[in-house]
């Protein structure tokens, strides 16, 4: 069952879908981020809509939203000014939201995961630094062109635990973000990348495969 809202967010009410999975006993929640506001990007991207319905099958309590200045949200639509820490925020305002009204469903603090499409993808990386989310999903993160930083991972052996698991997904065709950026981000990381042959920035006739990635790779 899905659902639109308004929830509040740093510069004005955030336009939202949010969607509860069959089961009784939800697995987390997802909070999804869609492309680059100035070229057309929404939460209703086919790359994001397959992110949302991979994360319901996949039983989360699942949010795709529009940042500032898209469509229905409130506020001024990104300008650069600021490197998209806006949409940082209004990541964390989405994710404290949807939390503290699902709670209740959890016996303690509910796992989150943070995923997002080509200029979402970056900004979650930011947004990670902040929530601490324990599994991070990127789709042609474009991490060179906002300068993301590192997922950073514990040092101490005891804390291994606590770091997020990282799913990155990547076409070899994509002349948006080109692969050889992810890597070189991904790389000193130790993050592996999965890679879709013939896929290009949107994974055209391959969102089933994009899907089938996250199902595979994200089940308990």
């Known amino acids: 069952m899905s659902r639109n809202l308004f929830i509040d967010g740093p510069a004005g009410k955030l336009e939202a879908v949010l969607a509860e999975p069959a089961s009784p006993s939800p697995r987390g929640i997802a909070i999804i981020a869609h492309p ?61 939201a949807v939390t503290a009204e699902y709670a209740s469903r959890f016996n303690s603090s509910p796992p989150l995961c943070l995923a997002g499409f080509s200029f979402g993808g970056a900004i979650q990386v930011f947004a990670a630094q902040r929530l ?32 997020p698991r990282v799913l990155i997904i990547q076409g070899d065709q994509d002349d948006v973000v080109p692969l050889k950026t992810v890597l070189d981000w991904a790389a000193p990381q130790e993050l592996p990348i999965v890679v879709v042959p013939g896929a290009e920035h949107f994974f055209h006739r391959r969102l089933h495969i994009l899907k089938r990635i996250v199902l595979d790779s994200c089940r308990p």
Not at 147 to 160: K, N
């Open 132 to 163: 601490k989310p324990q599994q991070v999903v990127l789709v042609a993160p474009a991490v060179e062109r906002l300068s993301a930083p590192s997922l950073s991972f514990p040092q101490d052996a005891q804390d291994v635990q606590s770091a």
């Open 36 to 96: 680059h506001p100035l070229y057309g990007g929404t939460m209703n991207n086919k790359v994001v809509h397959t992110l949302f319905k991979s994360f319901l099958e996949l039983e989360f309590i699942t949010a795709k939203f529009n940042f500032r200045g898209v469509e229905q949200s409130e506020g001024s639509l990104y300008s650069g000014n600021d490197d998209g820490m806006g949409e940082v925020e209004d990541v964390v305002a989405v994710a404290e």
